[in-house]
Nanobody, 123 residues
């Protein structure tokens, strides 16, 4: 069974930075795409970014230039560096593991999910 555990969320002022981490276990991590999604109160869960097994990345327009996803296949970790945070970035952030080595913004392409970590950006 695949397990994903996120950590690193918290409270930060607008303009600040946070780094989220996601620890994966249970399958050959390097073979699969990994993504980050977020869900704000009263809103649908939305795509933030993905990193494929070949290292290729994709980002939502709302976070391009501010967020960076990376992965370390040696220790089965994926990271989300968030800079220039805005109040509208406030949400629960979820780590997700893809069905294959390639995935996009489509939630259906991700089969395993973490429990989420809260990020709150104050104005």
């Amino acid at each position: 069974q695949v397990q994903l555990v996120e950590f690193g969320g918290g409270l930060v002022q607008a303009g600040g930075s946070l780094r989220l981490s996601c620890a994966a276990s249970g399958r050959a991590f390097s073979n699969y795409a990994m993504g980050w999604f977020r869900q704000a109160p009263g809103k649908e869960r939305e795509f933030v970014t993905t990193i494929r097994s070949n290292g290729n990345t994709d980002y939502a327009d709302s976070v391009k230039g501010r967020f960076t996803i990376s992965r370390n296949n040696a220790n089965d970790m994926v990271y989300l560096q968030m800079n220039s945070l805005k109040p509208e970035d406030t949400a629960v952030y979820y780590c997700a593991a893809g069905r294959t080595g390639w995935a996009s913004f489509n939630r259906d392409e991700y089969v395993y999910w973490g429990q989420g970590t809260q990020v709150t950006v104050s104005s």
